[in-house]
């Protein structure tokens, strides 16, 4: 049996980073939605799936390669 944030990144859904950084929530954005809200970084430009990393503590969003936090689900949903 998977425990709850295991869970979530194979369903590719939103999931708190540990219990220690609650604040933290990494989710998954789909580059193909048509949202410009985002401004992604010129490195990851070409990426169809990017991972966004919030901490509400400090008001940083990060954006980092689909993998880095949901390497099962893309390899499935490729």
Not at 46 to 75: C, E, Q
Request: charged share 25%; no cysteine; hydrophobic share 25%.
């Amino acid at each position: 049996m998977l425990n709850n944030k295991t869970a979530r990144k194979l369903l590719g859904m939103s999931y708190k980073l540990s219990n220690s950084k609650r604040r933290v929530t990494i989710s998954l954005l789909k580059r193909d939605s048509g949202d410009n809200k985002h401004q992604i970084p010129e490195h990851l430009s070409h990426s169809s799936f990017i991972s966004v990393k919030r901490d509400a503590a400090s008001g940083k969003t990060t954006y980092h390669s689909g993998n880095a936090f949901y390497p099962n689900y893309l390899n499935r949903n490729q």
